[in-house]
């Protein structure tokens, strides 16, 4: 969809809500693939001074998560430009845009669209390394860090302090203490920002019980960070979600579509079918991997790609064969007002 044709969709839905719409949508194509990020605020910040102080604030998101520190500040700068923040979801918002949408007065959800847990993966030089690609870290989830105690304890029936502390030994030895020690402080402070976004648009005294209760179902209870939740288990779990009337939600999923056209969404771009058969490097340019976007101007996040096949090493007399491995370089990447 061009943008003239998103323009006119974002009309459409302003004018079923009554409402100013800005959307943020994050790209997921395989390698080509950009996460929620600090960068979002300086331009979204232009789009917020071209609303002026409006009644009220629809966000569109869409994103796979990314900066788990951004929502806390991103929310209470749009909500200084509005005295009603609302969350359009009408297909994924994981992770750090989930984080975002608890702190908005009301989470519209299409029948398509998930949210998900929100506890950190954190990734630091102290992390294990991949057996598999020596040069890269794994990223370690504090669940996971949870459930293995918890099964030391429960399924291994392991109850003496000689037990335990041999698991935790046995843990230590295989993730550094200070990875570990990160990984704690990371998700006290994901509790703490989810405790605090939902504190904006509810009661801290009369409802600390129920907010409480949404912070440790979204951080801790629900397990798998790959876990989604649909718009009837957030409602289950407190969450302020709501099913949009037929015309919004039609609205809705027609701008939506338009963008996941614009970004090819729906077309991942994989390292070995990039290239070309028989030639060793390609140049993918002018990659659409983030949007933001309304009525007052349109901001586009541009990478491009080079994608290089090293010879294999092969012995005298036999033709050469590309090896397996694909190297990838961003050669550019930048913010664009079309």
Not at 183 to 205: P, T, V, Y
Not at 213 to 237: C, D, F, M, P, T
Not at 297 to 312: G, I, K
């Amino acid at each position: 969809m061009k943008k003239a044709a998103r323009r006119q969709a974002i009309r459409r839905l302003e004018g079923l809500r009554d409402s100013r719409v800005l959307t943020y949508l994050t790209g997921d194509r395989g390698i080509a693939s950009t996460p929620i990020a600090d960068d979002v605020m300086r331009i979204a910040l232009d789009h917020l001074h071209a609303f002026g102080h409006v009644a009220q604030i629809d966000l569109l998101i869409y994103s796979r998560g990314g900066d788990a520190m951004l929502p806390w500040p991103l929310v209470n700068t749009i909500r200084a430009f509005c005295d009603r923040l609302c969350v359009l979801v009408p297909f994924r918002a994981h992770s750090a845009a989930t984080l975002i949408a608890l702190g908005a007065d009301e989470i519209v959800m299409s029948p398509a669209a998930q949210l998900t847990p929100v506890e950190p993966t954190i990734t630091m030089p102290f992390n294990p390394q991949d057996p598999s690609n020596p040069g890269r870290t794994l990223g370690i989830n504090v669940e996971d860090i949870a459930a293995y105690l918890e099964f030391v304890r429960e399924r291994g029936d392991i109850e003496s302090d000689t037990g335990r502390t041999q698991a935790l030994t046995l843990l230590a030895q295989n993730v550094h203490p200070v990875a570990l020690g990160n990984l704690h402080r990371f998700h006290r402070l994901a509790r703490q920002q989810a405790e605090n976004l939902l504190g904006l648009h509810m009661d801290s005294s009369s409802e600390h019980g129920q907010i409480a209760e949404i912070v440790e179902n979204v951080v801790s209870k629900l397990w798998a960070h790959e876990y989604k939740i649909g718009r009837v288990e957030a409602r289950q779990l407190g969450l302020k979600a709501v099913h949009p009337s037929t015309e919004v939600e039609e609205a809705l999923w027609k701008l939506f579509t338009g963008y996941e056209t614009a970004m090819q969404l729906r077309q991942p771009i994989l390292p070995t079918t990039a290239i070309p058969p028989g030639q060793s490097r390609a140049t993918v340019a002018d990659l659409p991997l983030a949007y933001v976007e309304s009525m007052s101007q349109t901001d586009v996040y541009l990478f491009d790609l080079e994608l290089n096949r090293p010879l294999a090493p092969t012995p005298p007399g036999q033709t050469q064969q590309f090896g397996p491995q694909v190297q990838v370089t961003v050669s550019r990447q930048e913010w664009v007002r079309e």
